[in-house]
């Protein structure tokens, strides 16, 4: 069960729940670097991005400080069902395969769905280094409608020297078909950070010792976690989420691995929907996210801290899922800042 377990991180979602919205947001321009293939009889959407060329890196902390991330790489999702899963490639230009954790950070965002707690478009699938492939169970499935107009973000790390040329990105979406039977559970992805992510990167500064971050979330509609997953950085001690309002309770926890330098290795997946009835949470309540880090270096690591959570949530009623409004200030932020994203220059100013 790791494999499925690894969804939470790579929540996928392009459908609008509830309607479509009233008018559609500006996309991100299809790319001579991206291609995107269907394969019918394997039920597989393929996103094949490059070629990138990477610079050299290296040093303490490269990865915070040495990131290099692309424009926004715009298409067209072609085909109507469910999404399952998805498998990820690197490779040179012969198909040889490269070290996946050259890659930072990959997103898939949509540009005709809303987040859940914040007024922003949709961030669809978000893969760490550290997230592995994973397909769903055909009992569970996301849904998406041909059409969508969705996006492609890669960032890169090179932690090596000499740079890497020539380097292909494969990304295999596995997806159901609008005939499947029986009909799968709907299910959406929820993404909450401990700070307000419209507009700008989610990273931020990680201080010497022992640091807790934390946010509260006022919950806009009822239903049942499925299953649960995060994202941080390097010194990480774990990810927890409790219910703040009208009681006090703990939902979840979500543990960290680490090597013996530190270094995140794993982020605990819980999957209480999988095998029971899902984890509650009701509209109306507030609920606080938490992000514990020790850093054992004695100095501050700029843009070294992240806390995400990522969700697999049921809602109770689609139709209660907040609307995409693109005349919202914060929505026209964020839409701003994803079309400034990606210079393709090392900056580290990027968020998942």
């Known amino acids: 069960m790791s494999r499925i377990a690894a969804v939470l991180l790579c929540s996928l979602l392009a459908l609008p729940a509830g309607g479509a919205a009233q008018s559609t947001p500006a996309t991100a321009p299809p790319s001579d670097l991206l291609r995107v293939a269907v394969d019918s009889g394997r039920k597989e959407v393929v996103l094949i991005a490059g070629p990138f060329d990477i610079p050299g890196g290296g040093g303490e902390h490269a990865h915070h400080t040495h990131e290099m991330e692309y424009p926004v790489l715009g298409f067209d999702w072609p085909t109507d069902g469910w999404l399952r899963g998805f498998r990820l490639e690197v490779t040179d230009g012969d198909g040889n395969p490269l070290d996946r954790r050259l890659i930072h950070h990959l997103n898939v965002v949509n540009y005709g769905r809303r987040q859940l707690f914040y007024p922003a478009i949709e961030r669809t699938l978000a893969v760490g280094q550290e997230t592995e492939d994973i397909v769903l169970p055909a009992t569970i499935g996301v849904p998406i409608s041909a059409g969508t107009p969705m996006g492609l973000i ?32 709907d299910v959406l992805p929820v993404y909450a950070d401990v700070i ?33 997953g995060g994202h941080a950085h390097d010194y990480g001690r774990a990810i927890t989420f409790s219910e703040v309002s009208p009681r006090e309770r703990d939902v979840l926890r979500l543990a960290m691995s680490l090597d013996e330098a530190g270094r995140l290795l794993e982020i605990e997946r819980k ?72 210079s393709a220059r090392e900056d580290g100013e990027h968020e998942h």
């Open 271 to 342: 999957l209480p929907g999988l095998w029971g009835r899902g984890t509650r949470l009701t509209a109306g309540r507030t609920y606080r996210l938490a992000g514990s880090y020790e850093n054992p270096t004695g100095k501050t690591i700029p843009a070294g801290a992240m806390v995400h959570l990522a969700l697999m949530f049921a809602p109770d009623r689609l139709a209660d899922w907040p609307r995409l409004d693109p005349a919202n200030p914060d929505t026209q932020k964020d839409l701003a800042f994803l079309a400034a994203r990606g």
């Open 154 to 185: 890669v960032a890169w790390h090179n932690e090596n020297p000499e740079p890497v040329v020539d380097v292909r990105v494969k990304l295999t979406i596995v997806w159901m078909p609008t005939n499947q039977m029986p009909r799968p559970v």
């Open 196 to 228: 307000y992510p419209i507009g700008r990167n989610a990273n931020f500064d990680l201080p010497p010792g022992a640091s807790t971050f934390s946010a509260e979330l006022a919950m806009p509609v009822s239903g049942r976690i499925i299953g649960a």
